[in-house]
């Protein structure tokens, strides 16, 4: 089974306005961590916003918001006030304690191609 | 502050030439070490990682290997390329915090 799902393989969003782009994820670790990273044209990829299994509010870093709902297992990133620069790839990830260990690895989704539209 | 270099950026190689690639962090010490590879229009999988010096561990078997000859280096290699091969490499680091952070990347063509 897929540990993370990205259901939406591309995504439309008028300039300025909000987009939530859809993760949910698959596990049986009750100590785990949510990630969201962009990845442009050019390849790099770059750390957006973690959310931790335990933490009680959804984490925010400035116009990037998780939509953090655990009983559902959904991580959904809302991006709000959609830049022209917001057009890249997006990818969920989760990392899991148990399995994880002191190696910390993480399981990628398989991403959601945003585009803004001018 | 930490950076992390990746070269070379891009690379044209034929089909069953050796193959190296060079990953390393600055700013900090004992990191964890990825290497990670994305296929075309594909997500992240991970290759290998590493906690320490000469501490490698291989997430999926196939014709590549790892080495960490030193603290804040990590080298991807093959002795024989195949046409599978083909992708972007990407190598990521993280110490005491959950979020990984990644290099720039190496763009593989194997012809």
């Known amino acids: 089974a897929q540990k993370i799902t990205q259901t939406q393989p591309g995504m439309f969003v008028q300039e300025k306005e909000a987009v939530t782009l859809d993760c949910t994820y698959d596990?049986?670790?009750?100590?785990?961590?949510l990630f969201w990273y962009k990845q442009p044209s050019s390849g790099e990829m770059i750390f957006l916003i973690y959310?931790?299994?335990?933490?009680?509010q959804n984490a925010t870093e400035g116009r990037y918001s998780l939509n953090f709902q655990k009983a559902r297992k959904s991580a959904n990133l809302v991006i709000s006030a959609s830049q022209l620069g917001d057009s890249a790839m997006y990818f969920c990830?989760?990392?899991?304690?148990?399995?994880?260990?002191?190696?910390?690895?993480?399981?990628f989704g398989s991403g959601t191609q945003l585009t803004v539209l001018p | 502050s930490q950076t992390i270099h990746q070269w070379p950026a891009t690379l044209v190689q034929p089909v069953g030439s050796p193959l190296s690639l060079e990953c390393t962090v600055e700013?900090?010490?004992?990191?964890?070490l990825y290497w990670y590879r994305q296929a075309a229009g594909r997500g992240l999988q991970l290759l290998f990682y590493?906690?320490?010096?000469?501490?490698i561990s291989s997430e999926v078997p196939q014709n590549l290997s790892a080495s960490r000859p030193q603290d804040r280096q990590f080298i991807l290699s093959s002795k024989k390329l195949l046409l599978s091969d083909s992708g972007f490499y990407l190598c990521?680091?993280?110490?005491?915090?959950?979020?990984?952070?990644f290099g720039p990347g190496t763009r593989l063509t194997v012809t």
């Open positions: 990521a680091w993280t110490r005491q915090g959950d979020e990984q952070y």
């Open positions: 596990t049986s670790d009750p100590s785990y961590g």
């Open positions: 959310q931790g299994s335990y933490d009680q």
């Open positions: 990830a989760m990392r899991e304690h148990l399995s994880s260990g002191s190696a910390r690895q993480l399981t």
């Open positions: 700013g900090t010490s004992n990191p964890n």
């Open positions: 590493s906690v320490g010096i000469g501490q």
